[in-house]
């Protein structure tokens, strides 16, 4: 059984920083790209970034370009994104994703499996 749980999220200032982790069990991790989402209340899911097998290629949507890095450790089937200079319109539930290619990154349609989800708020 294929599991993504994601972690770290929480409530922080406009400014700081988070980092939130994807762990991933019931599938082999180096044969997935991973992406991470995220949804705003009343909005529809949004591609935030994507990480290729063996992290050589990496994809980010303009709106977090810079201020977001996504990485990844096969080791231990983890998946990471660095979330710094957040901001009010950061706020969401972020999201893990795996998919077996890197070519749709941004269609959340494109990913096999997902996590539950873990909450970010940033205040002004």
């Known amino acids: 059984q294929v599991q993504l749980v994601e972690s770290g999220g929480g409530l922080v200032q406009a400014g700081d920083s988070l980092t939130l982790s994807c762990a991933a069990s019931g599938l082999t991790f180096s044969n997935y790209c991973m992406g991470w989402f995220r949804q705003a209340p009343g909005k529809k899911r949004e591609f935030v970034a994507a990480i290729a097998w063996g992290a050589g290629n990496t994809y980010y949507a303009d709106s977090v370009k810079g201020r977001f890095t996504i990485s990844r450790d096969n080791a231990k089937n983890t998946v990471y994104l660095q979330l710094n200079s957040l901001k009010p319109e950061d706020t969401a539930v972020y999201y893990c994703?795996?998919?077996?290619?890197?070519?749709?990154?941004?269609?959340?349609?494109?990913?096999?499996?997902w996590g539950q989800g873990t909450q970010v708020t940033v205040s002004s």
């Open positions: 994703a795996a998919d077996t290619t890197f070519t749709r990154v941004t269609n959340p349609a494109s990913y096999d499996f």
